[in-house]
């Protein structure tokens, strides 16, 4: 679960390798740009509600990896790293 507002919140966190993961974004009174979340590497890239909860699917990854997401401006960044 990460909190979207200014940035987001931790902004680095750990997912379980070689299994599907489910990304959970959390929004409450949001208007910045951490709205416009990306995760280009696998093609997400959508609008969060100013309040609410965003699950994002991940595909599976090896032990190693790391996403990188961030708002579509490259302002506030994100990593997932695979363990």
Known sequence: TVAAKGGY???TVTAKANTK???RMVT?????????????????SEFLP???TTDIPIPEKKSGDTLV??????????K???Q
């Open 69 to 78: 997401a961030s708002c579509t401006m490259g302002m506030y960044g994100l």
């Open 9 to 11: 919140f931790p902004s």
């Open 80 to 82: 997932i790293n695979f």
């Open 50 to 52: 100013s309040t609410g």
């Open 21 to 23: 993961t489910v990304l």
């Open 28 to 44: 409450k009174g949001t208007f910045d740009c951490s709205t416009a979340f990306a995760i280009p590497s696998i093609g997400y």
